[in-house]
C-alpha cells in the first residue's frame, strides 16, 4: 500500500497515521517529523528549515525531494508507506512521479479553517511516546503535562501563515491526483474513532 495523506494542518493526519500504519504494516514518513528531528539534531538542513517551519511557511521543494526520494529507497518502504506531509507542492508531486513512485490511494482529509485554528493552539505532543494531545479534545494525563511539548509552529499567528500555504501551494495538488482517480475525499470533523471509521470505509 502506497498512499499520501493531504490535508491542512491539525486536520489530523499524524493522528490517524498512527492508527493506520498498524493496520497496514507500513512506516509513517512524516516530513514535519523528519525536520523537526533534524532541527532538534541540529544539522545543517535542520537550521535552514527551521527559519521556514517558525514563521510557518514551507520548507524550499529541492531540500524536502532529497529527503524524501532518500527515505522511500531505505528496505522497510519496499511494502509500501504512508507519506503525510509530502507532497505539499505541484513541483514536489512531480518529483514523485519523475522518480517512478507509484501510488494506491491519495486521502485527503477536510477540515474547515476555524477549526483548524483551534486544533493547532491546543495540541501538545509527548517527546517521550510520540502520543499527540490536545487540551480540549484529547486532555493529556496530569502526571506528564510538565514534560509535554508545544510546538514552536502552533501559535495562531503561524497557523494562519500554514493555512494560506495549504490552500496556495498544496491543494493544487489534489485535481493533479483527482485526474489519476487516485483521490479519496474524507471528512476530517468529528471524533478521532468516527474519522478512522470514515477513512477505514473509504479504503474499503
Ligand atoms: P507538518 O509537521 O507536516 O505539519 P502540518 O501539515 O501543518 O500538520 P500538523 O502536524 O500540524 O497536523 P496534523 O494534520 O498531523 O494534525 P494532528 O494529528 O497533530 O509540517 C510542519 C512544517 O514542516 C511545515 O509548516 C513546513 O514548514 C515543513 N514541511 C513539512 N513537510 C514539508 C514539505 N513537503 N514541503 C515543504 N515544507 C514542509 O492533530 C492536530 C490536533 O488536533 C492535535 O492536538 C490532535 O489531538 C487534535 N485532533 C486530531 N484529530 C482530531 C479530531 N478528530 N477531533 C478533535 N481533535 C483532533
Same mark, same amino acid.
Given at each position: 500500500?502506497?498512499?499520501?495523506?493531504?490535508?491542512?494542518?491539525?486536520?489530523?493526519?499524524?493522528t490517524?497515521?498512527?492508527? /493506520?500504519?498498524?493496520?497496514?504494516?507500513?512506516? =509513517?514518513?512524516?516530513?514535519?517529523?523528519?525536520?523537526?528531528?533534524?532541527?532538534?539534531?541540529?544539522?545543517?538542513?535542520?537550521?535552514?528549515?527551521?527559519?521556514?517551519?517558525?514563521?510557518?511557511?514551507?520548507?524550499?521543494?529541492?531540500?524536502?525531494?532529497?529527503?524524501?526520494k532518500?527515505?522511500?529507497?531505505?528496505?522497510?518502504?519496499?511494502?509500501?508507506?504512508?507519506?503525510?506531509?509530502?507532497?505539499?507542492?505541484v513541483?514536489?508531486?512531480?518529483?514523485?512521479?519523475?522518480?517512478?513512485?507509484? /501510488?494506491?490511494?491519495?486521502?485527503? +482529509?477536510e477540515?474547515?479553517?476555524?477549526?483548524?485554528?483551534?486544533?493547532?493552539?491546543?495540541?501538545?505532543?509527548?517527546?517521550?511516546?510520540?502520543?499527540?494531545?490536545h487540551?480540549q479534545?484529547?486532555?493529556?494525563?496530569?502526571?506528564?503535562?510538565?514534560? +509535554?511539548? =508545544?510546538?514552536?509552529?502552533?501559535?495562531?499567528?503561524?497557523?494562519?501563515?500554514? /493555512?494560506?500555504?495549504? =490552500?496556495?501551494?498544496?491543494?493544487p495538488?489534489?485535481?493533479?491526483?483527482?485526474?489519476?482517480?487516485?483521490?479519496?475525499?474524507?471528512?476530517?470533523?468529528?471524533?478521532?474513532?468516527?474519522?478512522?471509521?470514515?477513512?477505514?470505509a473509504a479504503?474499503?
Amino acid at each position: 500500500m502506497r498512499m499520501i495523506f493531504i490535508g491542512p494542518p491539525g486536520a489530523g493526519k499524524g493522528t490517524q497515521a498512527a492508527r /493506520l500504519v498498524e493496520r497496514f504494516a507500513i512506516p =509513517h514518513i512524516s516530513t514535519g517529523d523528519m525536520f523537526r528531528a533534524a532541527v532538534k539534531a541540529g544539522t545543517p538542513m535542520g537550521k535552514e528549515a527551521d527559519r521556514y517551519m517558525k514563521a510557518g511557511q514551507l520548507v524550499p521543494d529541492e531540500v524536502v525531494i532529497g529527503m524524501v526520494k532518500e527515505r522511500i529507497a531505505e528496505p522497510d518502504c519496499s511494502e509500501g508507506f504512508m507519506l503525510d506531509g509530502f507532497p505539499r507542492t505541484v513541483p514536489q508531486a512531480e518529483a514523485l512521479d519523475a522518480a517512478g513512485v507509484g /501510488l494506491d490511494v491519495v486521502l485527503v +482529509l477536510e477540515v474547515d479553517d476555524e477549526l483548524i485554528v483551534s486544533r493547532i493552539v491546543g495540541r501538545r505532543s509527548d517527546p517521550e511516546t510520540g502520543e499527540i494531545y490536545h487540551l480540549q479534545f484529547n486532555p493529556p494525563p496530569a502526571e506528564i503535562m510538565s514534560r +509535554l511539548v =508545544h510546538r514552536k509552529d502552533d501559535t495562531e499567528e503561524a497557523c494562519r501563515t500554514r /493555512l494560506g500555504a495549504y =490552500h496556495d501551494q498544496t491543494s493544487p495538488i489534489i485535481p493533479f491526483y483527482e485526474a489519476r482517480g487516485l483521490v479519496k475525499r474524507v471528512n476530517g470533523v468529528g471524533s478521532p474513532d468516527e474519522v478512522t471509521a470514515r477513512i477505514t470505509a473509504a479504503l474499503a
